[in-house]
DNA sequence: ATAAATAAACTACATTTTGTATGTTATCTT
DNA sequence: AAGATAACATACAAAATGTAGTTTATTTAT
């Protein structure tokens, strides 16, 4: 297998690196292909060289945040149908976004919730809700699986999104610690 | 006061009808100002007559949602600090996303979920986060506010999204059922 | 019912941005 | 060191935007 060529690697990084800066001051759609270009010091037509469009440098961009955020849910070792696992999947995800806050409150600026809620949606969306079919401790609620796996994603999202754009007000930790009281022992909320 | 120009009212109508019709196709970004005009059958000169640009026409779209589910909380009459405030509020969420259903779907298909959080998002939670300033009831417990406010939000504004996404598959009763069962009587979570 | 007011249509134009194509120069790989 | 190829420079056609000036049609108010 041959090795990448060092110039495209490059290109693809510095241009990757100024959208990344760009969306800190303005819209996705108010920054211009040339924008990018006259930022990254890169002639246009190498733009179009890798990307037919600035769509496809952005889908990159949210492929490589999802990747990332598989990446570290996978490290959930934990298989049991209880309240544990699902404590450990939040702290990964607590994980995942601090360290990818600066793409995220990049995009969270300027774009509205948007483009973050959906990445995330997706990949925690998959993975909670495919755990929860196995989730025999919750046979007997009175609530739709798929109506649970929303609540609680949506919840915990939201609270993220917060934690990440207040700068921290709070330590994961301490995060952790409300989780653990907000999310309640029995998933299935059987009376 | 002078009634409005009827010759502007029409022409602003058509123009809002024709960018939902529109974004049930394509990308709010795909959509051009000349296939607003062409689709309405105005002339395009027209449309910048009433607006700057296209994003002027969807700040108008949003702040109908905005104004709608405004108005529709204001219809909680219930002002005690417990549960039925809250379970009060979320019907009249779903009532109000119920009735604007072809518009939050407009704007979530091709949209991503982007503008539609935001604006129940702003309008949510500006309402609930100043009800929790008055509770005391959750003077005792171990977890900020806010932060009680955005994991609640989030979840319920969630669930309403995929209720009006999969068309419905449980009614407006079953749903406030489900949500009687996942919010707690004791929102302070204390122990 | 008519006149004055004004919105909408028509037309034209300068500007920006996009996407593509082609030849040259610089850099990387083997 | 030679061949491969990425990046640069330049040019161009097409699309879309935003503005301006003129004419036509509709509405409002008398």
Redesign the pocket.
């Known amino acids: 297998m041959?090795?990448?060529?060092?110039?495209?690697v490059?290109?693809?990084n510095i241009l990757y690196r100024t959208l990344l800066d760009l969306m800190k001051e303005k819209t996705f759609e108010e920054i211009?292909?040339?924008d990018i270009c006259n930022q990254a010091?890169?002639?246009?037509?190498?733009f179009?060289?890798?990307y037919?469009?600035?769509y496809e440098l952005l889908a990159e961009f949210i492929q490589e945040l999802k990747n990332s955020l598989i990446g570290e849910l996978k490290k959930n070792k934990n298989i049991s149908n209880t309240k544990e696992y699902y404590l450990e999947m939040i702290k990964l995800f607590l994980d995942h976004i601090e360290e990818k806050r600066e793409s995220y409150l990049a995009i969270m600026i300027h774009n509205r919730n948007s483009i973050t809620m959906d990445i995330i949606y997706d990949v925690l969306d998959h993975n909670i809700t495919s755990h929860l079919q196995q989730d025999n401790s919750i046979d007997e609620s009175p609530i739709p699986r798929s109506i649970i796996a929303k609540f609680y994603i949506g919840a915990v999202v939201n609270v993220g999104m917060e934690w990440l754009k207040d700068g921290k007000t709070y330590t994961k930790e301490d995060l952790i610690l409300y989780f653990n009281y907000l999310i309640p022992n029995d998933l299935s909320h059987s009376v």
Chains 1, 2 share one sequence.
Request: aromatic content about 4%; charged content about 35%; cysteine-free.
């Open positions: 041959n090795k990448k060529d060092l110039r495209v490059k290109t693809q211009k292909v040339s010091l890169v002639n246009r037509s190498t179009y060289a890798h037919n469009d600035k």
